[in-house]
């Protein structure tokens, strides 16, 4: 997986690389050069979406090429607000009606060895005999509180703010994994000091971090993956 994440990575900066050498020689003359890197930037992040299988991500992608493009694709009769409001809509209905499409890959977390993934069946939003939670936020403010065994949490935050709480709950097997894929905004997951927590996520102008003091020795493991764009993920013991 992150070899894999080197190579699409590398690729794009050299496409982007290949565009500033391109513009420098005048090629693309009324075009800015902050433009051309925000539309590399938002292809790459809607690549992610698909191959991630998330709907905000894609449509919310989407939406700003077409509303930075809008006069090149003559396209400013639907932006900014329409085409943000068809994202938003599309993205609620279409998580309503294919809940399951987006975890066609289940987490498996391994001691000391990062993130990890294998094929497996679907995740039909919440699913308390395996342990597996999903939460969607679109454009809001929400908080998420997390009782009982937890084996897997899906996390999806586009343009909002989430909070979830892990206070109240236990690892299953003592081994649990949580996928987050935030799109401009924040995701604060708040969980248990005697837990040990491996974060390795995907920065794309964004950031990822914690705080507090924590005391586990290793019994009890939670892994964190997926990419923060434009957002920040805090990751707070208590």
């Known amino acids: 997986m992150r070899g894999k994440n080197n190579v699409f990575w590398g690729i794009m900066l050299v496409l982007g690389a290949v565009v500033l050498l391109v513009g420098r020689m005048g090629y693309l ?11 590399i930037a938002l ?17 919310f992608s989407l939406a700003f090429l077409v509303i930075i493009n809008d006069e090149l694709l003559h ?28 975890y066609g890959r289940r987490f498996v977390p ?5 993130i990890h993934w294998r094929n497996g069946g679907t995740l039909n939003g919440n699913d308390s005999n395996g342990g597996v939670v999903s939460f969607d936020n679109v454009f809001g403010s929400t908080v998420k509180y997390i009782s009982g065994a ?5 996390i999806e935050n586009v343009f909002g703010s989430m909070e979830v709480y892990f206070t109240d709950a236990c690892l299953m097997d003592n081994n649990a994994g949580i996928t987050v894929d935030l799109v401009f905004g924040e995701v604060v997951l708040y969980v248990p000091a005697s837990w040990k927590v491996e974060a390795k996520t995907e920065n794309i102008f964004g950031s990822t971090d914690m705080s507090g ?20 993920l805090g990751i707070v013991y208590v």
């Open 29 to 39: 003359e009324g075009i800015g050069l902050g433009s051309i890197l925000l539309n």
């Open 213 to 232: 003091r924590g005391t586990g020795d290793g019994e009890n493991v939670l892994c964190v993956g997926g990419s923060v764009v434009f957002g920040h």
């Open 150 to 154: 937890v084996s897997f949490v899906g």
């Open 75 to 102: 396209l400013e009769a639907i932006t900014p607000w329409p085409v943000l409001g068809a994202a938003l809509l599309g993205t609620i209905g279409l998580n309503l009606l294919f809940p399951g499409f987006k």
């Open 110 to 114: 391994r001691i000391g060895s990062g």
């Open 43 to 59: 292809a790459a992040i809607l690549i992610k979406g698909i191959f991630r299988r998330r709907f905000g991500t894609i449509l």
